[in-house]
């Protein structure tokens, strides 16, 4: 209960610093965190970038041996549809490569490597989901 009341805390310090959207995302990654965590996840990057900038993970987490990207989505509400339609090919491509330069860097075949999305409704209390192997990376 402490963390959930210290990630709201840390999140209305981000809302008067940052732009609406960007305190949202995180609070969602926030959320999304500490529900992985609860489900086995081990966490081993948050926000991981690319040197070459041009791929980002929200997380970076193992299940067992299995190497997980993580895409998560956070929305007020699913008023306009499922949060994960948001995911774009452009965005699907950035997490392939992140994957697959990740998995070079701890030397993970690639069949132990999927990619996960954790949907954020940030209703009270929030709604999360977990899609296991969201889409083919």
Request: proline share 5%; glycine share 6%; aromatic share 8%.
């Amino acid at each position: 209960m402490l963390g959930v009341f210290s990630d709201w805390l840390r999140h209305l310090a981000r809302r008067r610093r940052w732009a609406p959207n960007l305190a949202l995302g995180r609070r969602g990654e926030d959320l999304a965190h500490r529900f992985l965590r609860r489900s086995g996840y081990i966490i081993v990057a948050r926000n991981y970038r690319l040197p070459t900038a041009d791929g980002e993970a929200d997380l970076i987490a193992w299940e067992g041996d299995t190497l997980v990207i993580v895409e998560v989505k956070a929305r007020h509400s699913d008023e306009f549809g499922p949060p994960e339609r948001a995911i774009g090919d452009d965005k699907r491509a950035h997490l392939r490569r992140v994957a697959r330069a990740y998995a070079r860097k701890t030397d993970t075949p690639w069949e132990r490597v999927r990619c996960d999305v954790v949907t954020v409704i940030l209703s009270r209390p929030p709604q999360l989901q977990l899609v296991r192997g969201a889409f083919r990376i």
